[in-house]
């Protein structure tokens, strides 16, 4: 079966909906950044430099310095499927990853969407 088409898009061409969808909500730019860096271990300037690159989500993944280890508290569901649910190591990091952006777009709090 051949890789989902998501894996190959690019991280850069989906960013600026996840920044748009929060900001619709009043949340910043630089939450989306914290959020993104929390759950891939990314600095800012390796994040932005991921940006530029226009580095497919397959790679964005591939390289996290540092994937949190607390990834797997995320559950609920995202595109009508549970995250916890999904098999695909790749596909479940993207929807954790929807999912973390569609709760700080929701106004949860930063701390309960970090699981701190």
Same mark, same amino acid.
Request: glycine letters at 6%.
């Given at each position: 079966?051949?890789?989902?088409? $998501?894996?190959?898009?690019?991280?850069?061409?989906?960013?600026?909906?996840?920044?748009?969808?929060?900001?619709?909500?009043?949340?910043?730019?630089?939450?989306?950044?914290?959020?993104?860096?929390? $759950?891939?271990?990314?600095?800012?300037?390796?994040?932005?430099?991921?940006?530029?690159?226009?580095?497919?989500?397959?790679?964005?993944?591939?390289?996290?310095?540092?994937?949190?280890?607390?990834?797997?508290?995320?559950?609920?569901?995202?595109?009508?499927?549970?995250?916890?649910?999904?098999?695909?190591?790749?596909?479940?990091?993207?929807?954790?990853?929807?999912?973390?952006?569609?709760?700080?777009?929701?106004?949860?709090?930063?701390?309960?969407? $970090?699981?701190?």
């Amino acid at each position: 079966m051949p890789p989902h088409r $998501l894996f190959k898009m690019s991280f850069a061409s989906v960013y600026p909906l996840y920044v748009a969808k929060a900001q619709k909500k009043g949340r910043t730019r630089d939450e989306v950044d914290d959020v993104i860096r929390w $759950l891939t271990g990314y600095d800012q300037q390796s994040l932005q430099a991921q940006i530029e690159a226009k580095t497919d989500f397959e790679g964005f993944f591939a390289q996290a310095p540092q994937p949190n280890p607390l990834r797997d508290k995320v559950t609920g569901v995202i595109c009508g499927v549970r995250v916890e649910s999904i098999e695909d190591p790749l596909m479940r990091e993207i929807r954790i990853l929807d999912k973390l952006v569609d709760e700080l777009a929701r106004g949860r709090p930063m701390e309960k969407i $970090l699981r701190r």
